[in-house]
């Protein structure tokens, strides 16, 4: 991927807006996908191998 971190953060930060759903667990260290994250990877990979 050619993009930098801070523009892959502001990305899924619009993502998540326009979702209404948080992807990400941003707390702690390391950070970790949300539950929500874990379906919309389930459904999108699902569509990829349609």
Do not use: F, W, Y
Not at 16 to 38: C, D, W
């Amino acid at each position: 991927m050619d993009i930098t971190p801070p523009a892959a953060t502001k990305r899924l930060a619009q993502l998540e807006a326009r979702l209404g759903v948080r992807l990400v667990n941003r707390t702690g260290s390391p950070q970790t996908i949300h539950p929500a994250g874990k379906v919309a990877v389930v459904i999108t990979a699902g569509r990829c191998l349609r």
